[in-house]
């Protein structure tokens, strides 16, 4: 195969397995509806993403020997916090009220922000399991060409969360409505508690 069709299968796969709603896309598009860092929202999902899509492709063998406890550690872990972020979204659904406005003045600072996505990313042992090992191990059959099919995973994160993020504004007119957010803050609620329970079971 060229090296193009190598990044194509790569690009592919990449966008595969993050099109599918979860809680790190969830908080995403609810950051694009509301306007409140975005770029740092969407620039911080990508950069994670690449990291762990280098990891897996470059060390797949290795980490798995090392580390055999991290993925039970990762699993408890996550579960806990993504019990508790659908808490405080479906208390947000519960009371409504000013919050659920686009145009809102921001409320959540920068520092608070990256906390809670870099939480949503790395205390997800899926978003291990899709990038360290199926990127990982299906980079692994392109022989020498690993890294170029790594660099197209790559790219389709970066395509999907920055037209995720800034595409959701064209939604806004929809979320003028506050009981749009109630209905959104309840989904979000709702995907945070079933990938919770996933993780457990």
């Known amino acids: 195969m060229s090296l193009t069709s190598v990044a194509a299968s790569g690009f592919t796969l990449g966008l595969s397995l993050i099109f599918a709603i979860g809680s790190q896309n969830a908080f995403v598009l609810r950051q694009g509806l509301r306007g409140e860092h975005v770029l740092l929202t969407c620039l911080t999902c990508a950069l994670s993403d690449a990291l762990l899509i280098t990891v897996g492709v470059s060390s797949l063998s290795v980490l798995s020997a090392q580390l055999p406890m991290l993925e039970p550690v990762m699993r408890f872990g996550g579960a806990v916090f993504l019990t508790v972020y659908g808490l405080r979204s479906a208390i947000s659904a519960y009371k409504g009220g000013a919050s659920l406005t686009p145009n809102e003045s921001k409320t959540g600072g920068a520092l608070g922000t990256l906390v809670i996505v870099l939480s949503l990313t790395f205390l997800n042992p899926h978003v291990y399991l899709d990038t360290v090992l199926l990127v990982g191990s299906i980079a ?9 099919f790594g660099l197209g995973a790559v790219a389709a994160s970066f395509v999907f969360f920055f037209a995720l993020g800034y595409g959701a ?33």
């Open 169 to 201: 504004k064209l939604l806004r007119p929809v979320f003028a409505n506050p009981t749009s957010w109630r209905i959104l803050d309840g989904l979000i609620a709702l995907i945070m508690w079933a990938i919770a329970i996933s993780l457990l079971a």
């Open 140 to 148: 692994s059959r392109y022989v020498g060409a690993e890294y170029i």
